[in-house]
């Protein structure tokens, strides 16, 4: 299993911060190739909660199902999720600092079939990361 980590500085106060990345219905604004994202499972977010993601991966659309397994208000939320092609788990953190907050962005993810030059998809991921965490700066420091 490989694991990408990246983080950014966010010029917004952790609730803000924890409050837009948690709400499902806000991840197609800021991740790269993310088609659909929607909770399946009834009342707010929360640990157990599940959620389906459809994602443009190889031209292709994946559909990943997951779970909530940790969620802390303005401090983490973690999830497991599997597809057809990958399984994996994601790793939000959330770090209070003086006039803004740390967020941290990390998955470990595995790939379910034989794919060739596996290398050269994780660092696509991670570049698809650091693109992400950059249009959501744009966005949050955007909103008064």
């Known amino acids: 299993m490989k694991t990408i980590s990246n983080d ?10 924890f409050e837009y990345t948690t709400n499902l219905k806000n991840n197609k604004f800021w991740q790269n190739n993310l088609l659909k994202s929607e909770q399946t499972s009834s009342g707010i977010l929360t640990r157990g909660s599940t959620f389906k993601f459809i994602h443009k991966f190889m031209s292709k659309n994946i559909e990943i199902i997951g779970i909530i397994t940790e969620f802390d ?5 973690f999830s497991d999720f599997t597809s057809k092609f990958i399984k994996g788990n ?4 959330f770090k209070k600092l003086d006039n803004a907050t740390q967020f ?6 595995i790939f379910n079939t034989f794919i060739p030059c596996k290398a050269l998809l994780y660092k ?21």
Do not use: P
Request: with cysteine; proline share 0%.
């Open 8 to 17: 950014i500085i966010i010029n917004q106060n952790i609730k803000k911060v």
């Open 73 to 77: 208000k303005n401090d983490r939320c």
């Open 90 to 93: 994601s790793k939000l953190i």
């Open 104 to 109: 941290t962005l990390s998955g470990s993810i």
């Open 124 to 144: 696509k991921a991670d570049k698809h990361i650091k693109k992400d965490l950059g249009k959501l700066k744009k966005i949050l420091e955007s909103i008064d």
